[in-house]
């Protein structure tokens, strides 16, 4: 019997429906034919086990009990998903193979692998990539099987985030909270990886709101006519320079009125020169089909649709009507293939969405954007509408505001380029620069398609005459323009969103900024409604009208904790470790351990002490490091007197001796290791090509360098 396993049941019932045979539905199952069942499970069946399923004097939450450090990693049935588990469990006692359909990503891996190890599985795995629910799809892509081990690193990388996550969650969550217990607070806080910076993303755009104090300031503006057109005026505004600096903001803003007067009387009445002249009608590009992050902006821009409700909505779309393609995407292009079912999937746009009909119609069906290809799709291709016809009219509000955000974006790609009329001109008066320019649209092409496009205009720039360099002008008059510094708008859900996905630009190292922008940023596609929908549960937002803000406990939580647990780095340093491992590079096992001595670290540095400890539960603070996988060693009793072991054991049995203080530290010496300033993890005596000097272990996430002073890190600078 070969046994097919899917994620959820819509895309069980559609690999059933693309199978030979007849179909004969039962509980949880459906079977086709003599030699197939379709089977599926609900999201994940198993969950890491809780901690008091491994001692139980975890169960209470006690300082003394941290960290918390399973040695042997276990998982249990998830209770509401039980049933279909043992389901599961009996087909596979009978499956001569099973096809692995899980979704096309990390964590749809896992869902099934785990599964399968769960009741140990010796048959054949094979593994399917489905996209799309259509029927067509459905049956090429079960024509194209592969072997499942060939994504045993992709299981891999989801397994160690799965981990990770429980880890780095569970101990901080416990020690916050304890620890301001202590401090006469009620109730839970929870750390996470990525829901506690996104928090720290609106405890900050709140602070920055509160303690913004106005500023006026001042904008020097020209009346100027050409010599030889002297009926086409034109104002433009002054450039500032660093002649003036000690006026200016950080944002190059003139804030002294006085220094605004001075400029005008400057120029006022004076002749000068065009220095730069630049016209041209820009083309800009279709944009392309949408991701699920660009979908939830769009949603929630245009409708004001939160996180949650547009991936709802579209999941209803996906599953339950089959309107559109998989939609937890993060990817914006489409197999070149697709291109070949242009001519269906317009017909359903057309039949589907009257409204849409004459954009149809003014599509042109032969005219190719760049969103076909194949190097730019990975497990996903973006989010557009399936060939099914099915009326609009059946679908909640919601559904049918997400269901023509996809069609629009799909059909832009079948419009001309938007061209733009752009303008420059610079002219300068003595010392001082005026720069003027002109906006507009010369044809909208794809852009008709924009629902702002139903709005008012946006208020153009007027033309400006065409000059070329070295023209003779005049300036006729002056005007100052006061205006007042503005503070940052709170986050609505369209701008956590993008601050979510475009999280690279509040970290300031260069190098972690890179890694951001190459991965999904905090969070992924399928994670990031149920992240903000968690911070809301849990007490830490509350949203005013349109607006997010942090509350007096969210504030609290943020304020207490240290950087490196509130900045998105972490996240960068995570995704980075788990494309290694995806890709086979990386080790589980060593980024495992390394976390754990960072969550060490960090409790520290909360206020955990470690010295009551019980040594045969978990590694000292002044604990050295395993050699071989670099994990803390605990102290054991053993037939021979104590000694150091391995935290990780069995998976690593490496031991090391105690010395006669009964302390070791990671270079052998009988002193404890030296904590890092910034981050407090352990710091590191290295010799570079200017001598020795101290490095911080926790590189890349802090790259703190100390000189050497004797043998010692030098740590005058920071006092």
């Excluded at 500032?240 to 950080?250: C, I, K, N, V």
């Excluded at 242009?342 to 069906?365: E, F, K, T, W, Y």
């Excluded at 960068?572 to 470790?577: D, K, L």
């Excluded at 010799?687 to 101290?694: A, P, T, V």
């Amino acid at each position: 019997m070969r046994l097919y396993i899917a994620e959820k049941p819509s895309l069980g019932r559609a690999i059933a429906a693309a199978l030979p045979g007849p179909q004969r539905r039962g509980n949880g199952l459906i079977r086709c034919g003599d030699e197939a069942v379709v089977s599926w499970c609900v999201g994940h069946l198993l969950e890491p086990a809780e901690p008091g399923h491994y001692e139980p004097r975890w169960l209470r939450w006690r300082m003394e009990d941290l960290p918390i450090f399973p040695r042997q990693w276990e998982v249990t049935p998830k209770p509401k998903t039980e049933p279909q588990l043992r389901i599961l469990g009996q087909l596979l006692r009978e499956a001569s193979e099973v096809v692995h359909a899980g979704d096309p990503d990390r964590e749809g891996q896992l869902l099934v692998d785990e599964v399968l190890r769960f009741f140990k599985v010796t048959c054949p795995v094979r593994r399917v990539f489905i996209n799309d629910l259509n029927g067509e799809a459905v049956t090429k892509a079960l024509a194209n099987l592969h072997d499942n081990r060939e994504y045993r690193r992709l299981s891999y990388s989801a397994l160690a985030r799965q981990r990770a996550d429980w880890l780095y969650g569970m101990n901080l969550s416990r020690a916050c909270t304890l620890r301001y217990r202590q401090d006469g607070e009620r109730g839970v806080y929870s750390v996470g990886r990525v829901q506690t910076p996104v928090l720290g993303l609106v405890v900050q755009r709140d602070d920055q709101i509160r303690d913004f104090q106005p500023k006026p300031f001042f904008i020097p503006e020209a009346e100027i006519h050409p010599f030889e057109q002297s009926d086409q005026s034109f104002k433009a505004r002054w450039i500032p320079d660093e002649r003036y600096q000690a006026a200016l903001d950080e944002d190059n803003r003139l804030l002294e009125r006085e220094v605004a007067e001075q400029i005008c009387n400057d120029v006022r009445g004076q002749s000068g020169t065009v220095v730069e002249s630049r016209f041209r009608d820009r083309q800009e590009a279709p944009a392309l089909p949408l991701s699920l992050s660009v979908l939830q902006i769009e949603a929630a821009r245009h409708f004001h649709l939160s996180a949650q409700q547009t991936l709802d909505a579209a999941q209803n779309l996906y599953e339950k009507h089959r309107l559109i393609t998989y939609p937890r995407s993060d990817c914006r292009y489409l197999p070149e293939g697709h291109f070949a079912q242009r001519l269906g999937v317009l017909q359903a746009i057309r039949h589907n969405l009257p409204s849409l009909m004459p954009a149809v119609d003014g599509a042109d069906p032969d005219r190719r954007s760049d969103a076909w290809n194949d190097r730019k799709v990975d497990a996903h291709h973006a989010i557009i509408p399936s060939l099914r016809q099915l009326p609009a009219a059946k679908l909640s509000t919601a559904e049918q505001q997400v269901y023509e955000l996809v069609c629009r974006f799909y059909l832009m790609q079948f419009y001309p380029p938007a061209i733009h009329r752009e303008g420059k001109l610079v002219c300068r008066f003595g010392q001082h620069r005026f720069r003027a320019t002109e906006t507009g649209i010369v044809d909208a092409g794809w852009k008709k398609l924009e629902l702002r496009s139903r709005a008012a205009p946006e208020q153009e720039k007027p033309p400006l005459p065409r000059l070329m360099e070295e023209s003779r002008v005049q300036c006729r008059d002056t005007t100052i323009l006061e205006r007042t510094t503005q503070p940052p708008l709170p986050f609505t859900d369209a701008t956590l969103l993008s601050a979510m996905t475009g999280i690279a630009r509040f970290v300031k190292d260069t190098d972690l900024r890179k890694t951001l922008r190459e991965t999904d940023g905090l969070g992924t596609e399928a994670t990031r409604a149920a992240i903000i929908e968690t911070l809301f549960r849990r007490e830490y937002l509350i949203k005013e009208g349109r607006y997010i803000h942090a509350t007096e406990k969210g504030q609290s939580l943020i304020h207490r904790l240290p950087d490196t647990v509130v900045r998105p780095d972490m996240t960068a340093v995570w995704e980075s470790t788990l494309e290694t491992i995806r890709f086979g590079s990386g080790d589980p096992r060593e980024f495992i351990a390394r976390l754990q001595q960072q969550i060490i670290n960090l409790l520290g540095s909360l206020g955990v002490d470690f010295n009551t400890a019980a040594p045969a539960q978990k590694a000292s603070a002044r604990s050295p490091h395993c050699p071989q996988c670099r994990a803390p060693m605990r102290q054991r009793e053993g037939r021979y007197g104590p000694f150091w072991a391995c935290t990780r054991f069995p998976e690593c049995r490496v031991t090391r001796p105690i010395d006669q203080a009964g302390e070791a530290t990671t270079d052998g010496t009988s002193e404890p290791p030296i904590p890092c300033p910034k981050c407090h993890a352990p710091l590191k005596r290295l010799q570079g090509k200017r001598g020795w000097f101290w490095g911080c272990s926790n590189y890349p996430s802090c790259r703190l360098t100390l000189s050497d002073l004797n043998g010692r890190p030098d740590v005058t600078p920071l006092k």
